[in-house]
């Protein structure tokens, strides 16, 4: 059963730095491209990142990019995103997401292969 759990969220003036970890567990994580999304409250949700299975190229949302890195660790079953330059827009509940099938540049998977997200509030 896939399960997804997300941490490192927290309140960061902006500017600052935050790195995200999901730890995959339940499928066979090397096998899948992988995603994060975002969602701001009263706001849908938004695509930020994707990582591909198989030579880790990293693809942004323009609102990220220069910005956000996205990595994983095969061997760790973890997926990272590394936030610097951190805005108050880029407040929201950061979920790390298993794509079904290809990663969808800019397409969001269903949510049924999300994790519980992570609090990321960016606030002086």
């Known amino acids: 059963q896939l399960q997804l759990v997300e941490s490192g969220g927290g309140l960061v003036q902006p500017g600052g730095s935050l790195r995200l970890s999901c730890a995959a567990s339940?499928?066979?994580?090397?096998?899948?491209?992988m995603t994060w999304v975002r969602q701001a409250p009263g706001e849908g949700p938004e695509w930020v990142s994707g990582?591909?299975?198989?030579?880790?190229?990293?693809y942004y949302a323009d609102s990220v990019k220069g910005r956000f890195t996205i990595s994983r660790d095969n061997a760790k079953s973890t997926l990272y995103l590394q936030m610097n330059s951190l805005k108050p827009e880029d407040s929201a509940r950061y979920y790390c997401?298993?794509?079904?099938?290809?990663?969808?540049?800019?397409?969001?998977?269903?949510?049924?292969?999300w994790g519980q997200g992570t609090q990321v509030t960016v606030s002086s």
């Open positions: 997401a298993r794509e079904p099938g290809g990663l969808r540049i800019g397409i969001l998977p269903p949510n049924t292969y």
């Open positions: 990582i591909s299975r198989a030579d880790g190229r990293a």
């Open positions: 339940g499928f066979n994580f090397g096998y899948y491209d």
